[in-house]
């Protein structure tokens, strides 16, 4: 065996120092997928080679997965081991919900990453890499899971640091509300050193009983610039006789560890949850204009010392008119203010106003906020007592007043093939139907054949229902040209977070009919695993698409088409 030594001298004589008295370099790297930006990932990967460190460990969501097409699957993650096959150190994976989303992708992972938790030591320091992918608290982990990491911290309980890492940071919804958390219980009695996590694609930091936690930032991952005022970053550890300095890096600048602390972001959080509160939306009509009304909303300063010392001021196109466009707002720290304005636009209406104030948030720091005016349709489903035959035709009377008047994903005149969308129910069933034009049927796309495989991808509809607007619960259901389904349930958390249970399945009677220059699709919905049923006057917050892939695009009933309920219109029931 050879032993490698480092001579330093000094003025006394010669220093003789080993290996394990070096000081140990490694980076953590963030999420990558979630909406991948080109090129970031690849980046940020020749910057970390370039400072050499001893090894990396990612923190998940290496892949974009969430199909069940096995395929696909491994595609991507051909596409990812080439993109790591330069580096020259070790890297170290943690799975991530896009990396193993479903049961159905653990045989995969294991095949490309390894083992879905494990441990490792490296000099006199013990990292273990936890499996957090398809669960969403410490509570619901699988206790063989937990056993094992019990056991492999007490097995290695000498070692002078613990380094835990992990996808989601459950921390946050736990320790940093003040609440117990399983997994910091049995860190903090096996002195573990500091824990990573990602998720988030944000970064921030926080101490817990002598732990340091730190949320990785965005190494791919679509993410925008708070609160750190940079967009994507990776952390660079250095651990050195009894420090440990964690230092988040983005093109070559080093903020502290914590200059970002975790009630900074939390203050974030709630202002955009809350900073501003509509009374209601800007409604559009039908030929995409908005006739002369009130906007009224409350501003809030939710900070506890300091007081909102600013002004609101509104910047819109020439189609929109706002007045005024520039409001002064002074505010005591837990004061909030009403404001009316009066608002108009011709078509197009979108993008809408875009209101900006800045908020005082931690320390001597502000929050320049922006939001959009928020902008709603409104439609009426119709009551049958003679449901429609589920057989793709769309004959029967029930079918009325389709909607046709739809946008394009930019907000201009929709660039899709003409579609028409259908609405109605009786007391124990929603009735939803779609008539797609398409001048090439030889160029649909239904390449997903199996339940919840990416039927998002192909020529298909998509809804985003929320049945009761006090619940935080939003059920999105896709079918492609063929009748393929992909659904789950999506919960918002109060931060507007969101957590998809991809393992919901709804029960649906569906059929999809291919005709002359078009394809239909008509289905049958039961109520009672909504957990409700519909009576008149009945209000769900609703969003709906239809994707043509020929075209490269999609017709939206409004924009942006995504998970929070608060971007949704309205369907009034008959």
Same mark, same amino acid.
């Given at each position: 065996?050879?032993?490698?030594?480092?001579?330093?001298?000094?003025?006394?004589?010669?220093?003789?120092?080993?290996?394990?008295?070096?000081?140990?370099?490694?980076?953590?790297?963030?999420?990558?997928?979630?909406?991948? %930006?080109?090129?970031?990932?690849?980046?940020?990967?020749?910057?970390?080679?370039?400072?050499? &460190?001893?090894?990396?460990?990612?923190?998940?969501?290496?892949?974009?997965?969430?199909?069940?097409?096995? @395929? *696909?699957?491994?595609?991507?993650?051909?596409?990812?081991?080439?993109?790591?096959?330069?580096?020259?150190c070790p890297l170290y994976f943690t799975p991530g919900n896009h990396d193993i989303t479903f049961d159905d992708a653990l045989e995969m992972y294991i095949k490309y990453a390894g083992q879905p938790y494990y441990s490792f030591t490296i000099r006199k320091n013990h990292f273990v890499i936890l499996d957090t992918s398809r669960w969403e608290s410490s509570e619901e982990l699988p206790q063989e899971?937990?056993?094992?990491?019990r056991a492999d911290l007490k097995k290695h309980n000498k070692a002078e640091r613990k380094f835990i890492f992990m996808h989601k940071p459950f921390w946050y919804l736990t320790l940093a509300e003040n609440k117990p958390d399983a997994l910091h219980t049995i860190f903090k009695e096996y002195g573990v050193t500091a824990v990573f996590t990602g998720h988030f694609h944000l970064f921030f930091s926080?101490?817990? #009983?002598?732990?340091?936690?730190?949320?990785?930032?965005?190494?791919?991952?679509?993410?925008?610039?708070?609160?750190?005022?940079?967009?994507?970053?990776?952390?660079?550890?250095?651990?050195?006789? !009894?420090?440990?300095?964690?230092?988040?890096?983005?093109?070559?600048?080093?903020?502290?560890?914590? !200059?970002?602390?975790?009630?900074?972001?939390?203050?974030?959080?709630?202002?955009? %949850?809350?900073?501003?509160?509509?009374?209601?939306?800007?409604?559009?009509?039908?030929?995409?204009?908005?006739?002369? @009304?009130?906007?009224?909303?409350?501003?809030?300063?939710?900070?506890?010392?300091?007081?909102?010392?600013?002004?609101?001021?509104?910047?819109?196109?020439?189609?929109?008119?706002?007045?005024? #466009?520039?409001? &002064?707002?002074?505010?005591?720290?837990?004061?909030?203010?009403?404001?009316?304005?009066?608002?108009?636009?011709?078509?197009? =209406?979108?993008?809408?106003?875009?209101?900006?104030?800045?908020?005082?948030?931690?320390?001597?720091?502000?929050?320049?906020?922006?939001?959009?005016?928020?902008?709603?349709?409104?439609?009426?489903?119709?009551?049958? @007592?003679? &449901?429609?035959?589920?057989?793709?035709?769309?004959?029967?009377?029930?079918?009325?007043?389709?909607?046709?008047?739809?946008?394009? &994903?930019?907000?201009?005149?929709?660039?899709?093939?003409?579609?028409?969308?259908?609405?109605?129910?009786?007391?124990r069933n929603l009735f939803l139907g779609a008539y797609c034009h398409d001048k090439d049927l030889s160029k649909i796309s239904t390449h997903a054949q199996q339940r919840d495989a990416a039927v998002y991808l192909d020529d298909c509809v998509g809804y985003f229902f929320q049945p009761d607007p006090d619940q935080d619960v939003v059920y999105q259901i896709y079918i492609n040209a063929q009748g393929?389904?992909?659904?789950?349930?999506?919960? =918002?958390?109060?931060?507007?977070?969101?957590?998809?249970?991809?393992?919901?399945?709804?029960?649906?009677?569906?059929?999809?009919?291919?005709? *002359?220059?078009?394809?239909?699709?008509?289905?049958?919905?039961?109520?009672?695993?909504?957990?409700?049923?519909?009576?008149?006057?009945?209000?769900?917050?609703?969003?709906?698409?239809?994707?043509?892939?020929?075209?490269?695009?999609?017709? !939206?009933?409004?924009?942006?088409?995504?998970?929070?309920?608060?971007?949704?219109?309205?369907?009034?029931?008959?």
């Open positions: 065996m050879i032993i490698f030594s480092w001579i330093i001298f000094v003025s006394s004589g010669v220093l003789l120092l080993s290996a394990e008295d070096l000081p140990m370099h490694f980076a953590v790297i963030g999420d990558r997928t979630g909406d991948a %930006q080109h090129g970031v990932y690849e980046s940020i990967l020749a910057e970390i080679s370039r400072l050499q &460190p001893e090894f990396i460990i990612t923190v998940g969501d290496m892949i974009e997965g969430y199909t069940k097409d096995q @395929t *696909e699957l491994e595609k991507e993650w051909l596409e990812y081991k080439g993109l790591t096959s330069t580096l020259t899971q937990l056993t094992w990491l926080s101490s817990y #009983d002598g732990i340091s936690y730190t949320s990785v930032g965005s190494s791919g991952g679509a993410c925008d610039e708070r609160p750190a005022g940079y967009k994507y970053s990776y952390c660079w550890v250095t651990v050195q006789n !009894d420090q440990v300095q964690i230092a988040p890096i983005k093109s070559n600048s080093v903020l502290a560890w914590d !200059d970002v602390p975790v009630t900074l972001q939390k203050a974030m959080d709630k202002i955009e %949850q809350d900073g501003f509160h509509f009374h209601e939306p800007v409604f559009m009509l039908d030929d995409f204009s908005v006739a002369q @009304t009130k906007l009224t909303f409350d501003v809030t300063n939710f900070n506890p010392v300091r007081k909102l010392e600013g002004v609101l001021s509104i910047s819109m196109l020439e189609h929109w008119k706002v007045v005024p #466009d520039r409001f &002064p707002v002074v505010l005591d720290p837990g004061q909030y203010q009403t404001i009316t304005l009066e608002v108009a636009a011709q078509p197009p =209406v979108f993008p809408g106003p875009r209101m900006t104030l800045s908020f005082p948030v931690g320390g001597d720091k502000d929050y320049q906020y922006e939001q959009y005016v928020p902008i709603a349709r409104k439609l009426l489903c119709y009551q049958t @007592t003679v &449901p429609p035959i589920i057989d793709g035709h769309l004959e029967d009377k029930v079918w009325r007043a389709g909607i046709s008047q739809l946008l394009s &994903p930019d907000g201009q005149k929709m660039m899709t093939d003409p579609v028409t969308f259908y609405f109605a129910h009786d007391p393929t389904v992909f659904d789950q349930k999506i919960v =918002v958390a109060e931060d507007g977070r969101v957590n998809a249970d991809t393992q919901w399945d709804g029960t649906y009677v569906i059929k999809t009919r291919t005709g *002359e220059a078009a394809w239909a699709v008509e289905i049958a919905i039961p109520l009672d695993q909504f957990q409700t049923n519909v009576s008149s006057g009945d209000i769900w917050k609703l969003n709906f698409r239809r994707k043509q892939t020929r075209l490269q695009t999609s017709a !939206d009933w409004l924009i942006p088409i995504n998970y929070n309920p608060k971007t949704y219109g309205f369907m009034v029931m008959e």
